[in-house]
């Protein structure tokens, strides 16, 4: 199938099949199909989402070994990578929270390790909800869980939770793939908002791998929707294997958006402005813990603040 013909099923409102995804992801960046593909999911973000841009802010609450011990993760509790552990306090993480709201995030997620204790966690969730604004979605990043547990999130003021199936899982993470599955019907189940991502793609990734992920997330609906490159830390695993290019990035990012079609935002991580002229608008800000990073409060390494993410929203002309 042609590209005009792919291009043109997409601006007919159909939906994309795996092959012509396939040939989308093939076109080489030096072609002038490549931007062809780029305008129109920067077009396509910007007339649905009425040209707004979003900044979510992550706040990793602990930085300590991880008995997953996913190969890509500077937490991993066999290759621990970061420079201290800790687990953050309450009033640490309340203090953060005003500070992050008085810069105007949009959405807050809150990050632990798979091995967080589910109650105190729980928590900590119901002192953040206290303060935050009544509009503000609240995100859980948490290990795998049961409906149970999925409810209790929701109970506590939680709207959403950010769960996925990693690229490879099950091969370079220890937990099988119909456990992660399990998760997000749980999530699903108890009405709360999935966000989704396929990630974390890297050089040995094939693209047929990336676009089921792709059609994964499409069949749950997702409003929300992101790929990430792998950032290869040292000491951990797969740090040999390097990572792709932000050219790349930026063509996975506007295929997923063509693909997946998400009601409310399209996200690229880590950031690269590249990335804001291909269907992205929403950009992360990172607090604490982040396993893309070997210093374990990011925001003093890799971690942008929300006034940077919007600094840079603001210079590709998106609305803040």
């Given at each position: 199938m042609s590209?005009?013909?792919?291009?043109?099923?997409?601006?007919n409102?159909?939906?994309?099949?795996?092959t012509e995804a396939l040939e989308l992801l093939s076109v080489p960046s030096s072609s002038e199909d490549f931007y062809r593909i780029l305008s129109?999911?920067?077009?396509?973000?910007?007339?649905?989402?009425?040209?707004?841009?979003?900044?979510?802010?992550?706040?990793?609450?602990?930085?300590?070994?991880?008995s997953v011990d996913c190969k890509f993760c500077s937490l991993g509790k066999n290759h621990y990578a970061m420079e201290s552990t800790w687990k953050k306090d309450p009033n640490t993480v309340l203090e953060e929270v005003r500070h992050l709201i008085k810069q105007g995030m949009d959405d807050l997620f809150l990050m632990t390790t798979a091995d967080y204790?589910?109650?105190?966690?729980?928590?900590?969730?119901?002192?953040?909800k206290s303060?935050?604004?009544?509009?503000?979605?609240?995100?859980?990043?948490?290990?795998?869980?049961?409906?149970?547990?999925a409810s209790n999130l929701r109970e506590v003021g939680f709207t959403g939770a950010y769960h996925i199936k990693r690229l490879r899982e099950g091969i370079d993470t220890t937990i099988v793939p119909e456990v992660r599955i399990s998760t997000m019907e749980a999530i699903k189940k108890a009405g709360l908002e999935l966000y989704y991502c396929v990630e974390p793609i890297g050089p040995e990734h094939s693209y047929d791998e990336i676009v089921d992920e792709m059609i994964r997330a499409r069949d749950y609906n997702v409003g929300v929707m992101a790929v990430m490159r792998r950032?290869?830390?040292?000491?951990?695993?797969?740090?040999?294997?390097?990572?792709?290019?932000?050219?790349?990035?930026?063509?996975?990012a506007a295929v997923t958006r063509l693909v997946t079609m998400p009601h409310r935002a399209m996200n690229a991580h880590e950031t690269t402005q590249m990335t804001l002229i291909a269907g992205v608008n929403q950009l992360y800000a990172e607090v604490g813990a982040n396993p893309r990073d070997n210093i374990s409060s990011t925001e003093n390494n890799r971690g942008l603040?929300?006034?940077?993410?919007?600094?840079?929203?603001?210079?590709?002309?998106f609305e803040v």
């Open positions: 590209i005009d013909s792919i291009l043109n099923d997409v601006m409102g159909n939906l994309l099949q795996k129109l999911a920067n077009q396509m973000t910007r007339e649905k989402f009425n040209n707004k841009g979003y900044v979510f802010a992550q706040i990793g609450l602990n930085a300590e070994p991880c204790p589910k109650d105190e966690y729980l928590e900590m969730a119901k002192k953040i303060i935050l604004p009544d509009q503000m979605r609240f995100v859980a990043n948490i290990g795998d869980f049961e409906f149970e547990t950032i290869p830390v040292p000491g951990t695993p797969l740090f040999e294997k390097g990572q792709i290019s932000s050219i790349e990035l930026t063509k996975i603040t929300v006034e940077d993410a919007k600094k840079l929203l603001a210079d590709s002309e």
